[in-house]
């Protein structure tokens, strides 16, 4: 079983709210990835860190930014939530040479 | 523009039959296909994953075929068992650890008893 954990699972607020999505590993891995995930689209790269103070956008253009101060914790941030932002975010983690990611189990987000 | 095609969208299969998920890709620079399965509510988690220098890899009742030539790419289940039923993605990327995954839209696959 995966240590990466997602917080919140299902959130629901208005538009125009700041809104920030927690994700925390415990496998000590360097790289970190936040993915979007719409139901019969294929899962997209928003952003990735290598580690600590290392952060890079995806091949999706999201205007959500991310930080990465700790090796474990990977928050993703939204300062004005929109309809558009509706979705799944996966957040997930690999060690440095392996290709296996392991994803935490998503923050549904629905924006009103 | 979609990296790698995934077909069907959906799938039925009887207990006990084969299920079989295809996918496509165009760039010849892949290198590591992995095989992603999802139950509701969960996060993907790996599957089986083959590199191009195989033409088959084969875990348990989950086997990937390989064709360079035809840049293609398929899992089998066999024996299909309702606790299969779940969606799955194929992905491609550049080389094993590389920091982007392209990812399949994903197969609905039904075990029915």
């Known amino acids: 079983e995966a240590d990466i954990y997602q917080t919140p699972r299902y959130l629901v607020i208005g538009t125009g709210k700041k809104i920030t999505l927690e994700c925390s590993q415990t496998m000590g891995h360097d790289k970190m990835y936040w993915y979007q995930q719409d139901p019969g689209m294929e899962l997209h790269l928003i952003h990735y860190?290598?580690?600590?103070?290392?952060?890079e956008k995806g091949d999706l253009s999201s205007e959500s930014t991310v930080s990465r101060i700790r090796t474990e914790h990977f928050p993703l941030t939204l300062e004005s939530a929109r309809p558009s932002h509706t979705s799944q975010y996966l957040c997930a983690s690999s060690g440095w040479s392996s290709g296996e990611l392991f994803f935490g189990e998503g923050s549904r987000l629905t924006v009103l | 523009q979609q990296q790698v095609k995934q077909s069907p969208q959906s799938l039925i299969v009887q207990k006990g039959g084969i299920s079989i998920i295809n996918c496509a890709y165009e760039n010849t620079a892949f290198d590591y296909f992995p095989w992603y399965q999802q139950f509701p509510g969960k996060g993907p988690a790996l599957l089986i994953a083959?590199?191009?220098?195989?033409s088959e890899k084969k875990e348990g009742r989950f086997t990937i075929s390989f064709n360079k030539s035809a840049k293609q790419f398929s899992l089998h289940i066999m024996d299909s068992q309702p606790g299969d039923s779940a969606t799955y993605f194929c992905a491609a990327s550049g080389r094993v650890g590389a920091n982007n995954l392209f990812f399949g839209t994903g197969t609905r696959l039904t075990v029915i008893p």
């Open positions: 083959i590199r191009p220098d195989v």
């Open positions: 860190s290598y580690g600590v103070n290392s952060t």
